[in-house]
């Protein structure tokens, strides 16, 4: 399978300019700096992948917001000075965000709201489409909709990036939150820059156990690797977040790689590298499990030659850099 070089070992700064506490300059301006930067390059780290919701570049009608882009502009300038690569994933966009509540998910059935889309891209593309350390991710997490809308909107993406980026790697996840199993639902691309996607928080049950905004599994604890009879047993209990679980008896690596071996395939069929944008653990599970889960996932990472991003440097409830994972953090970037 291709390698995607330059972008095998990376980190999330999710909750900068997207997914905000508050959307104001008083918070891009603090939340991360160029030291940030410096720590992320010396973990021998080579990119980091930049959310950004729509909102921070481009008022509610659509007209620049240059304060916005002047912190990706800096984003893109420390991460020259300190020999990092830059991927730019748009978080959310006006009437899609990958929450999937009503509101927020009405762009594909919008002409309107498409062209905007687009339009927004073409802005990017033109302004850093000459970067050399900048790729582009048009939409993070496109969920449960008709993959054929997808590849559609995909096709007339291309058509308007390309004349400002003619060479430039572009990432496009599946359906289904960038799941394993949609990859294959792409259109086997008639372009030699385009990248696949996954995102991989598997087994669900223990990388978001108490997660606050999911009923379904606040009140869960679970140990990895644990057994796998009893995730079987609280999956069916609750009636959800089973995925691979019947695939097979050991719950581990051997799992994981049953999962991503989907997206594998799809990768090598389509002759595209492959990438795993997010993955990572919420900081309510054990931290030494959190170490072990970390090292697991890698070693099928490097099995396959696959290009990652964790989620996330910092905040957000899996922010590797705060305190919950200080007594293993030098583990867990010795494994990244």
């Not at 073409?122 to 850093?128: C, G, K, L, V």
């Not at 009140?219 to 679980?245: A, H, V």
């Not at 071996?261 to 030494?288: F, H, K, M, R, T």
Request: glycine share 8%; with cysteine.
């Amino acid at each position: 399978m291709k390698r995607f070089e330059g972008y095998m070992r990376g980190i999330n700064l999710g909750g900068w300019l997207s997914q905000c506490a508050e959307y104001s300059e008083g918070h891009y301006s603090s939340f991360i700096a160029e030291n940030d930067i410096k720590t992320i390059s010396e973990w021998g780290l080579d990119h980091i992948r930049l959310p950004v919701d729509y909102n921070v570049i481009e008022d509610e009608d659509g007209r620049v917001l240059p304060n916005g882009y002047k912190h990706i502009d800096d984003c893109i300038e420390w991460c020259e000075k300190y020999g990092l690569n830059v991927i730019i994933d748009l978080h959310k966009t006006k009437g899609f965000a990958f929450d999937n509540t009503a509101e927020n998910n009405i762009m594909f059935d919008s002409h309107e709201l498409q062209k905007r889309f687009i339009s927004l891209w073409t802005n990017i593309a033109a302004r850093y489409g000459k970067n050399g350390n900048v790729v582009f991710e048009p939409l993070n997490e496109v969920s449960k909709i008709d993959s054929r809308k997808w590849n559609a909107l995909i096709s007339k993406l291309l058509s308007a990036i390309r004349p400002f980026a003619p060479d430039k790697k572009i990432i496009f996840g599946g359906t289904q939150w960038n799941s394993v199993h949609t990859l294959k639902l792409l259109e086997i691309p008639d372009d030699k820059n385009i990248v696949y996607n996954f995102h991989f928080y598997e087994p669900f049950l223990f990388t978001h156990q108490h997660a606050s905004w999911l009923s379904a599994v606040s009140d869960i604890s679970m140990r990895y690797p644990g057994t796998m009879e009893i995730y079987r047993k609280t999956s069916e209990n609750i009636g959800c977040f089973g995925s691979g679980l019947k695939n097979t008896d050991e719950m581990g690596a051997e799992f994981m790689d049953k999962l991503i071996s989907e997206a594998v395939d799809a990768a090598v069929n389509a002759d595209v590298p492959l990438y795993c944008g997010e993955y990572g653990v919420i900081d309510q599970a054990v931290i030494s499990d959190t170490a072990v889960w970390f090292e697991d996932i890698h070693s099928i990472f490097e099995k396959h030659g696959i290009g990652r991003a964790v989620w996330t440097y910092k905040e957000l409830d899996f922010g590797i850099n705060d305190e919950h994972y200080a007594s293993c953090l030098d583990r867990i970037v010795n494994s990244l």
